[in-house]
T-cell receptor
Framework: EPEVTQTPSHQVTQMGQEVILRCVPI?????FYWYRQILGQKVEFLVSFYNNEISEKSEIFDDQFSVERPDGSNFTLKIRSTKLEDSAMYFC?????????????FGSGTQLSVL | SQELEQSPQSLIVQEGKNLTINCTSS?????LYWYKQKYGEGLIFLMMLQKGGEEKSHEKITAKLDEKKQQSSLHITASQPSHAGIYLC??????????FGQGTRLTINP
């Protein structure tokens, strides 16, 4: 079955540094998402993206965060100036069609550690 | 906002035994997803339920959405070590913005 691919699997950064998390969604999918899971907490929605623009974002997704689809295959999450509390597992997800409530596929995640 | 509560929070069963995990919502469920989480493998899609009374099965795993659409259960028959992991339910709040339960950690003892 096709997969959502995320790189890197682990990222360690210093507080205040910029990080870019990368995702390659499934090729015929049109809707893209980022979720995160802080250690010991629930998986939580960050942002959804369709047709090259943000569809919806949570209150977590503040001005420090941005998403981009720089080409036809990649989908990125940028954190401009990382904070300690940004340490989490970040999951990318994609879906073919939200109207039909199609399957939502997740990648294996990027573990971000901010020191 | 919608909240999902899973029970139990953790479960240890003998290999070969059946088990059930429950997911209760504070509001009506319009789309309920079940995922399995294993370290290094992300969230693995299991099943998605939409209609009250709906039941779906895949291999030895069966998921149901009750008629009132406020509770779902996941049942595993004749459990195997490969079933071990964390099971998450997620409610679709529209446009596949999911809110998740806290997860149920399943351990299978040989």
């Amino acid at each position: 079955e096709p997969e959502v691919t995320q790189t890197p699997s682990h990222q360690v950064t210093q507080m205040g540094q910029e990080v870019i998390l990368r995702c390659v969604p499934i090729s015929n999918h049109l809707y893209f998402y980022w979720y995160r899971q802080i250690l010991g907490q629930k998986v939580e929605f960050l942002v959804s993206f369709y047709n090259n623009e943000i569809s919806e974002k949570s209150e977590i997704f503040d001005d420090q965060f941005s998403v981009e689809r720089p080409d036809g295959s990649n989908f990125t999450l940028k954190i401009r100036s990382t904070k300690l509390e940004d340490s989490a597992m970040y999951f990318c997800a994609s879906s073919r069609d939200i109207k039909l409530r199609e399957k939502l596929f997740f990648g294996s995640g990027t573990q971000l550690s901010v020191l | 906002s919608q909240e999902l509560e899973q029970s139990p929070q953790s479960l240890i069963v003998q290999e070969g035994k059946n088990l059930t995990i429950n997911c209760t919502s504070s509001k009506t469920l319009y789309g309920l997803y079940w995922y399995k989480q294993k370290y290094g493998e992300g969230l693995i899609f299991l099943m998605m339920l939409q209609k009250g009374g709906e039941e779906k099965s895949h291999e030895k795993i069966t998921a149901k959405l009750d008629e009132k659409k406020q509770q779902s259960s996941l049942h595993i028959t004749a459990s195997q070590p490969s079933h071990a992991g964390i099971y998450l339910c997620g409610a679709d709040q529209g446009a596949q913005k999911l809110v998740f339960g806290q997860g149920t950690r399943l351990t299978i003892n040989p």
